[in-house]
Every structure is written in structure tokens, then in C-alpha cells.
């Protein structure tokens, strides 16, 4: 079954070489499986049909049934095309055709019953529909889409070779009848029954063709919860190997700096969350292995507290600390911030940025070399060769997807052994 849906999509009826190319090029589809995972956007109600007296130029989508009659051109340049006029029992609409004129004369003979599907519009006081897609009438019963039709995203280039998302459609339904097992499962079969999960085979089927909006609602669910599953485990995966590989400092205590600033200087008690989230921190500091850890929350909500009683437990065990903000204004605040809830208890606080003067730099310098500085705050300048810690053990980094990779880990670097991280964001 995995050989069948890797085959190259030039073998699937209805594709061949050239559209394969376009296929590939426009929108990455090289494969069956390619082309089974290429998901609707959203869905059209095929079940409502307008009488072509109640076409209205403000109306999206709309679909009539009626009668084709003969072929003849208009305008000049450029400006030329095909038209026919439709007609139901209450009016007539034009047609119209820029593109593909032969292949349309060709294909609906006029006296014949058609479907016609489209948006209207008006040209010269006249409703029109431009490039509209149509169906024989006789052939809609038979047709594998359900009266709920998908809609595929598709290219200009693509609809100027014909590939239109009608034709995605029918591509999807020839693919399904060729399928004739039933698509392995790749959940856990306890997952998929404790969660109440479509399976794979009815969730791909069900999310091109359904019958129903209850059938879209529980495919999409089940491919979502698919995809976030498995991203889910590579992210456990690559938390357990980072443990295994980088070990952490042991902050075994809390001590004289924590409990003073607890019981003296912090002037209300923290929320459940905040204690909840320092729980774990603590937990983490304490086991030997390095933390990796994101803190979010709202403006104001108490990040800044959080991370200065992180700060506080490195210092009573020996180390120095570290915030990394992204502005200049930003790390002052943090600095202002910081400094007043510290009042008294004894903590070198000092704050680095790019406008630092030189003389700053050289004693910020000296201070973290002789580890007389306990915390240092700045911007991109903590990251700078020249600026080297004696015992860094903890790094906060404020508003982390405002650097780059590179510059977090340039900052991890400052230590001999990767330093406890903790990164504070208030965008979910």
C-alpha cells in the first residue's frame, strides 16, 4: 500500500507528463500521496439551484440549470471571446469564454440541458458568468462529488492549462477508486478509540467527498489531531535527547537572597499560577539536567517576577543570571524594575546595552570576571565576545522570537557548561 500511494502522479489517469509538471511545479504534487494530503479549502453547497430571474451580480457562487444555445464571438484583440447565451424557463445569461474556445465548442452542444456553475456578473445591463464550470445534467447523479463539493487552491498558470479545482476533484476521485484497500491506520488503535477519532481511510475519504458538514467537522479533526500528534512526539523526542545530552547545574538550595526578597521585600502574594510555575522551575533546577523552558503570559501578568525569583535561587546557589530583552527601553525597564524590588537585600544588578559607554562595559566586565556582578540585564550587547561571565547559570531571554537562533545560543555559550534557560513571551 505505501508503494501505491508513492507512485509518481504521471501514471493516475488523467494526469500525464505535462500536467504532472504543472502539478509538481505549481503545487508541489508528485505523488498519489501527494495529491490524497492536497486538502480542500473550503466547501460549496451544490443542493441550492437559482432560477436565472433571481441572478444578481451581488451573489457569490451560484448554480442554475438550463439549456445551452449556439456559439458566436464578440468584441475584437484581445478583447475577443465566446459567447452562448443559457436560458431557463424565466430568462437568458451569456456565457462567456476567453480562453479554450475550440475545446468549449466542442464539448457542450448547444440544445442540451446543463448545469452551469459560477459567479454572475454584468456587462452592458446583461448577466453573465465568465468561465463558468459546466455539467451535463444527466451526469450529475453519477458524479462522485456529493452535493457539498471541495474547493482546491490552484494557480493561474495551473487554470490557463485547465487544472482548475474541478479538475483537482475529479483527479482526488479517480485516485479513491483505484484505492482498493483500506488505508492502513497510523494511530495507536487505543487513541483512536479513546479520543473517538475518524480513522484514516474514512477521515481521507470523507474530507474531499463528504456527505455532510458533521463528516467535514470529524475528518478535519482527525487529520489535525494527527499532524499535531506526531509533531507532538518529535518535540518529546528532541526534549528527552537534549536532556540525555546537556546536564545541568544543580541548584539544590533555596537560600538567604530568595527568602529575604520573599518574606521583606515582596509586598503581596503570589497568584496560583505564579507558584504553580515556580514549582515546576524549581523542580527543574534542581535535577541536574538543563532547563529549556517557555514561560507565557500576558502584559502584566507577573512574568518579570517569576524570573527574578528564578534568578534569585541561581544566586543562592553560586551563580550569576542573566535577561536578555530586545530593545534598549525595554531591558531599562526591566533594570528599573528589578533594581527597586532588590532594595536592600544586597544584589549587584547592572544593565548592558549598545549605548553603554565604555567605561561601563570595562567595569560591567571586571565585575563578571571576579563574579562580584550577580545579575546582568541588557540587549544583543551581553552577546559580544568581549562580554564573559565567570559562573553564568541562568539565562532569561524576554520576548524569544525576536532573536535569532544563532544569538540565543551565542548567549547559552557564555557559560562552560550550557546555563539553565528560561524564555518569557506574552504572544501565545
Same mark, same amino acid.
Given at each position: ?61 451560484? +448554480?442554475?440549470?438550463?439549456?445551452? %444555445? ?41 440544445? *442540451? ?17 465568465? #468561465? ?26 495551473? %487554470?490557463? +492549462? ?38 484514516? #481511510? ?5 474530507? #474531499? ?14 487529520? %489535525? ?63 541536574? %539536567? ?5 514561560? +507565557? ?19 543562592? /546557589? ?5 535577561? *536578555? ?7 531599562? +525597564? ?25 567605561? *561601563? ?24 565576545? /568581549? ?42
Amino acid at each position: 500500500m505505501q508503494d501505491f500511494l508513492e507512485s509518481n502522479i504521471t501514471y493516475l489517469t488523467g494526469v500525464g507528463p505535462r500536467r504532472a509538471e504543472s502539478l509538481s511545479k505549481e503545487l508541489n504534487i508528485n505523488t498519489f500521496r501527494d495529491l490524497l494530503y492536497y486538502f480542500p479549502y473550503k466547501y460549496i453547497d451544490r443542493t441550492r439551484f437559482y432560477s436565472i430571474a433571481e441572478l444578481d451580480p451581488d451573489l457569490p457562487l451560484v +448554480q442554475i440549470k438550463g439549456f445551452l %444555445k449556439g456559439y458566436y464571438t464578440e468584441g475584437q484583440g484581445k478583447g475577443k471571446r465566446l459567447v452562448a447565451d443559457f436560458y431557463d424557463e424565466t430568462g437568458t445569461i451569456k456565457l462567456v469564454w476567453f480562453k479554450g474556445t475550440k475545446w468549449i465548442m466542442g464539448s457542450y452542444l448547444p440544445g *442540451m440541458e446543463y448545469i452551469v456553475f459560477g459567479k454572475p456578473g454584468v456587462f452592458n445591463g446583461i448577466v453573465n458568468i465568465i #468561465h463558468p464550470e459546466i455539467e451535463a445534467s444527466e451526469k450529475a447523479s453519477q458524479r462522485i462529488t456529493s452535493a457539498l463539493q471541495a474547493q482546491y487552491n490552484t494557480t493561474e498558470k495551473l %487554470k490557463n +492549462q485547465f487544472i482548475t479545482s474541478k479538475t483537482i476533484s475529479k483527479l482526488i476521485g479517480t485516485l479513491l477508486k483505484l484505492i482498493k484497500f483500506r488505508i492502513p491506520e497510523t494511530l495507536p488503535g487505543y487513541i483512536v478509540s479513546g479520543y473517538h477519532l475518524m480513522d484514516l #481511510h474514512d477521515a481521507l475519504q470523507k474530507i #474531499h467527498f463528504p456527505s455532510n458538514p458533521p463528516e467535514i467537522e470529524k475528518s478535519r479533526y482527525r487529520l %489535525k489531531f494527527e499532524e499535531l500528534f506526531y509533531i507532538q512526539l518529535n518535540l518529546l523526542r528532541f526534549k528527552t535527547n537534549r536532556t540525555r545530552k546537556y546536564k545541568g547545574f544543580v541548584f539544590s538550595s533555596v537560600g538567604n537572597f530568595f527568602n529575604t526578597f520573599y518574606y521583606n521585600n515582596l509586598a503581596f502574594s503570589l497568584t496560583e499560577a505564579q507558584k504553580k510555575v515556580m514549582k515546576e522551575i524549581r523542580r527543574d533546577l534542581g535535577s541536574g %539536567k538543563q532547563m529549556n523552558r517557555l514561560l +507565557q503570559g500576558d502584559v502584566g501578568s507577573g512574568k518579570t517576577l517569576v524570573a527574578l525569583m528564578s534568578m534569585l535561587i541561581a544566586i543562592d /546557589n553560586g551563580y550569576q543570571a542573566c535577561l *536578555m530583552a530586545p530593545t534598549e527601553i525595554l531591558a531599562s +525597564q526591566h533594570y528599573e524594575t528589578i533594581c527597586k524590588m532588590l532594595e536592600g537585600i544586597g544584589i549587584n544588578v547592572s544593565i548592558l546595552t549598545g549605548s553603554s559607554k565604555r567605561s *561601563m562595559r570595562k567595569t560591567i566586565n571586571e565585575s563578571l570576571k571576579d563574579s562580584s556582578l550577580n545579575i546582568l540585564i541588557g540587549t544583543h550587547a551581553l552577546i559580544e565576545e /568581549n562580554v564573559v561571565f565567570s559562573n553564568l547559570g541562568l539565562v532569561i531571554i524576554d520576548e524569544q522570537h525576536r532573536f535569532g537562533v544563532a544569538q540565543r545560543a551565542r548567549l547559552w555559550e557564555k557559560s562552560l557548561n550550557p546555563p539553565h534557560v528560561l524564555v518569557m513571551t506574552a504572544t501565545p
